[in-house]
């Protein structure tokens, strides 16, 4: 399932990226043809008209070349990716011990959803958690029963089927007394 969604993931990442290149060309010839009529004209109202729009489109650009250099790589291979993050999962304390603060900070970003609350005359408050230690944690503090002595299969006679259970053995034998 994990798979499927990364997978996922990674396609719509290159078809996002496919597109913002699209209209990155587009608007690179929306700028051109701009500009090649402000070569052609003569009338200066017409001329400031263009350059304000050239300048809009070329800062429009701009910030489309920026979010597509930013837009990121491919995720990666997902064995990789899945081994790290379980790795942590089973004991952030390995990271958290580390010598370098940014695996710290890394720490803090994935344990908790928000920055730790802090009451100045009473310290730090209850955390957000995130979403994957509040899964955990409904695991490890999920309620446990204890197997019942007789075991989990129907019970039944070694001379038959039809021997009645302790509790109820034990009140027909008071009885017969």
């Known amino acids: ?10 396609g719509s990442l290159a078809d996002r990226r496919k597109e913002q290149r699209k209209a990155i060309k587009a608007h690179e010839a929306k700028i051109n043809k701009l500009t ?15 350059e304000t729009k050239l300048e809009t489109l070329e800062s429009e650009l701009a910030s489309m070349q920026e979010k597509l250099a930013q837009s990121g790589k491919s995720l990666g291979d997902f064995d990789v990716s899945f081994r790290t993050a379980m790795s942590f999962l089973a004991n952030p304390c390995k990271l958290w011990d580390s010598e370098h603060i940014e695996d710290r900070k890394a720490v803090l970003r994935l344990v908790f959803a928000a920055p730790l609350p802090y009451a100045r005359n009473e310290g730090f408050r209850t955390a957000k958690t995130t979403i994957s230690f509040k899964v955990l944690g409904g695991i490890s503090t999920a309620e446990k029963e204890v197997a019942d002595p007789r075991g989990f299969e129907p019970l039944a006679s070694a001379f038959g089927a039809g021997q009645m259970t302790f509790p109820n053995c034990a009140i027909e034998h008071a009885r017969a007394r």
């Open 1 to 10: 399932m994990f798979r499927d969604l990364w997978e996922e993931r990674n």
């Open 36 to 50: 090649d009529r402000l070569i052609d004209t003569d009338s200066p109202s017409v001329i400031r008209a263009m």
